[in-house]
């Protein structure tokens, strides 16, 4: 795993000299690594030459621990009557230039995603990079539902995109169960954790509060506070005043050093 930093902010006032970190793509054998450091595929610049991996605060299920909660049941009640199809399809038989797949994925984009960042060029870049390894067919009773976009392996699965139609079973929660379905596949189908991107901002504390199993990379380690999960998505929006190494207390400090010294003891 190649990883280089790009210089960011700096600020004297409090010693803090922030970089960027990415890691390069090398080949899929390594995928496994690369999600359990943190790092998510980068698509915000279809000019490169290589494709890269940024690091984020990103969220996994570790399914070992998943089981059906509530909001799970809630959901599966609502398609209990219908007949849901759902088709893992390799991106290698998949036609992705398809004009009326094209159409339904970025109709989607212009609706929901904000800013409308999945430019078709964009889209175009994502299905002909070397992470997507699937795409997921949604039907229900016979008419298209949705897409998930895959990157898989032996031992994980990320829930990378999801698109779904915005016109047709508008009383049905098709986000939440599209992704309950494939963490509920992936773990059927022996897989250690199911990755679902980026968690930061209160739009997405449902990824946190309808699943067990929850992890979040808070850029050294995995952990599974969700109480400070939930506290740092409430107050994302507000800019920090010092990285939270330096907001915490010198016991909690030293703690946090001690604990990446001796992962046993923690």
């Known amino acids: 795993?190649?990883?280089?930093?790009?210089?960011?902010?700096?600020?004297?006032?409090?010693?803090?000299?922030?970089?960027?970190?990415?890691?390069?793509?090398?080949?899929?054998?390594?995928?496994?690594?690369?999600?359990?450091?943190?790092?998510?595929?980068?698509?915000?610049?279809?000019?490169?030459?290589?494709?890269?991996?940024?690091?984020?605060?990103?969220?996994?299920?570790?399914?070992?621990?998943?089981?059906?909660?509530?909001?799970?049941?809630?959901?599966?009640?609502?398609?209990?009557?219908?007949?849901?199809?759902?088709?893992?399809?390799?991106v290698s038989d998949f036609d992705t230039g398809d004009f009326k797949f094209v159409e339904f994925c970025t109709e989607y984009c212009r609706q929901r995603f904000k800013g409308g960042e999945m430019e078709p060029d964009r889209?175009?870049?994502?299905?002909?990079?070397?992470?997507?390894?699937?795409?997921?067919?949604?039907?229900?009773?016979?008419?298209?539902?949705?897409?998930?976009?895959?990157?898989?392996?032996?031992?994980?699965?990320?829930?990378?995109?999801?698109?779904?139609?915005?016109?047709?079973?508008?009383?049905?929660?098709?986000g939440k169960f599209m992704m309950l379905e494939m963490i509920r596949q992936a773990r059927e189908s022996g897989r250690k954790y199911c990755y679902l991107g980026t968690c930061y901002g209160a739009h997405s504390l449902y990824k946190v509060r309808d699943f067990k199993g929850v992890q979040f990379s808070d850029g050294s380690t995995w952990s599974e506070d969700v109480k400070k999960l939930k506290a740092w998505c409430k107050s994302d929006d507000v800019p920090l005043d010092s990285d939270r190494f330096k907001q915490l207390s010198a016991d909690e400090a030293n703690e946090q050093i001690r604990s990446l010294l001796n992962p046993s003891l923690a």
């Open 1 to 90: 795993m190649k990883i280089f930093l790009a210089e960011y902010i700096k600020d004297y006032s409090s010693y803090t000299f922030s970089y960027v970190p990415y890691a390069i793509f090398e080949n899929r054998s390594g995928m496994s690594e690369i999600y359990h450091n943190g790092f998510l595929p980068y698509t915000g610049n279809t000019q490169l030459e290589h494709f890269l991996y940024y690091k984020a605060r990103s969220l996994r299920i570790d399914l070992d621990k998943f089981q059906p909660g509530s909001e799970n049941r809630r959901v599966d009640r609502k398609f209990e009557d219908l007949d849901v199809s759902v088709n893992w399809i390799p």
């Open 123 to 174: 889209l175009e870049y994502i299905l002909n990079s070397p992470f997507l390894t699937d795409i997921v067919e949604f039907e229900i009773d016979g008419t298209l539902a949705g897409y998930v976009f895959l990157a898989q392996n032996e031992e994980l699965i990320h829930y990378w995109y999801s698109f779904y139609t915005l016109t047709e079973f508008q009383d049905l929660p098709l």
